[in-house]
């Protein structure tokens, strides 16, 4: 093997299932979904089966789930879509509430939502862990509340939200109200791993993307629980019952769902890997960080992540990708300064450790053998970078 690939958060490869469930459906079964003529109605079927099955998984009903381009779609769906229906529909100025550590389609859009129209925003804090506290989520609920969104499991540190505890309080501040507050989790990074069934959790929309999960990049779903006002986004035609306009990608759909019928809910020998790696990590070098939860039942299967003091995570991803290993830094490189990470500073790390992390995810594709080869390296680069650093 010439790479090992480490940064299985960011996306996977489409699995040989997914691929050859999709493949008949380029050119031999191309038709478009909303044409009247045979070849449209078998695509239709095509479609609406998936939508079945693609429900069935998630405890709904194939009415409740809507494809999309993926979850940054989604989320703005979601985000957008309940904030207008209040604002526009009820002339009622919306409040906003989101976890600190959402990904960027729902922080961005939440920012948006307040800068742009005036929607009231509230980020809700979370522990050192990286964990939202139910309690907190109770103090902040308002009158104008209309949609609460926080992530099932972090992309970064890997924390999972207690999202049923969440959804108890909801539910309790809807008792009374007229207008109920509608509950959005983001389970892109938990779908293959933690139950996603929409009942058990409690949620009113939920969002997912295909590629995080063996399957195809650029399509993903909302789920929507039958009655959740909102409205649609994309104007254009009647697809995806007049909630979504735009033909629908019948072949990554077809292979979203095969992706979603081969995740299996047991992380239990990625956890044992991400250990492992967490293990020899934090003995072997000094200087580390775990961030995220301690405590491994807290943390997705797939993600450790650590902070190198005294050095940039840039500096030791390009190092590792020179020697063919894959992996992310919380930091985005924006016009030529590094960004630390929102999660982390969130999470109470000033802005130079921040600079310092790293993230490894894994997948169905590692072995120890990665992580090995990867621990060959790792400290060695660390010394040397450190060395170069002028903290001290
Ligand atoms: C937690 C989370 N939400 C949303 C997204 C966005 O997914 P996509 O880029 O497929 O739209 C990602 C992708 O990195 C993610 O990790």
């Known amino acids: 093997?010439?790479?090992?690939?480490?940064?299985?958060?960011?996306?996977?490869?489409?699995?040989?299932?997914?691929?050859?469930?999709?493949?008949p459906y380029f050119s031999e079964k191309f038709g478009n979904p909303s044409s009247i003529y045979k070849i449209g109605q078998k695509a239709k079927s095509t479609l609406e089966n998936s939508r079945e099955e693609a429900a069935k998984l998630l405890g709904a009903s194939p009415k409740e789930i809507i494809f999309t381009s993926g979850a940054t779609e989604s989320n703005n769906l979601a985000l957008k879509g309940v904030a207008f229906h209040w604002s526009q529909n009820l002339g009622i100025k919306p409040h906003i509430i989101i976890s600190s550590i959402e990904h960027h389609s729902i922080l961005d859009t939440a920012e948006?939502?307040?800068?742009?129209?005036?929607?009231?925003?509230?980020?809700?804090?979370?522990?050192?862990?990286?964990?939202?506290?139910?309690?907190?989520?109770e103090k902040v609920i308002k009158e104008n509340t209309v949609i609460v969104s926080i992530m099932y499991g972090n992309n970064e540190v890997g924390s999972i939200q207690p999202i049923q505890e969440l959804s108890q309080i909801i539910k309790k501040a809807n008792e009374k109200r007229e207008n109920k507050i509608v509950?959005?989790?983001?389970?892109?990074?938990?779908?293959?791993?933690?139950?996603?069934?929409?009942?058990?959790?409690?949620?009113?929309?939920?969002?997912?993307?295909?590629?995080?999960?063996?399957?195809?990049?650029?399509?993903?779903l909302l789920y929507v629980k039958s009655g959740t006002k909102f409205l649609p986004q994309q104007q254009g035609g009647a697809q995806e019952r007049r909630q979504r306009a735009g033909t629908e990608n019948v072949p990554y759909i077809v292979g979203m769902v095969e992706a979603m019928k081969n995740a299996k809910k047991t992380g239990k020998e990625i956890a044992d890997l991400r250990d492992y790696l967490i293990e020899r990590v934090t003995k072997e070098i000094p200087d580390v960080i775990l961030t995220g939860p301690q405590i491994g039942e807290n943390r997705l299967p797939h993600i450790a992540s650590f902070i190198f003091q005294k050095i940039e995570g840039e500096s030791i991803l390009i190092n590792l990708d020179l020697l063919g290993i894959a992996a992310s830094s919380g930091s985005a490189c924006?016009?030529?300064?590094?960004?630390?990470?929102h999660v982390l500073t969130a999470m109470g790390y000033d802005d130079l450790l921040a600079h310092g992390s790293i993230r490894f995810s894994l997948g169905k594709m590692n072995s120890?053998?990665?992580?090995?080869?990867?621990?060959k390296h790792l400290p060695q680069i660390v010394e040397k970078l450190r060395g170069m650093s002028p903290i001290k």
């Open 112 to 137: 948006y939502l307040e800068k742009s129209f005036g929607f009231e925003l509230t980020k809700l804090p979370v522990s050192e862990e990286g964990i939202v506290n139910p309690r907190e989520l």
């Open 183 to 220: 509950f959005h989790t983001d389970a892109v990074q938990a779908y293959q791993y933690l139950d996603c069934d929409v009942q058990d959790l409690g949620v009113d929309m939920l969002s997912l993307t295909a590629h995080k999960f063996y399957g195809p990049k650029g399509v993903g």
């Open 334 to 341: 924006t016009s030529g300064s590094l960004a630390s990470s």
């Open 1 to 23: 093997m010439d790479s090992i690939y480490l940064d299985n958060a960011a996306t996977t490869p489409v699995s040989d299932s997914v691929l050859s469930a999709m493949q």
């Open 368 to 375: 120890r053998d990665d992580i090995d080869e990867m621990m």
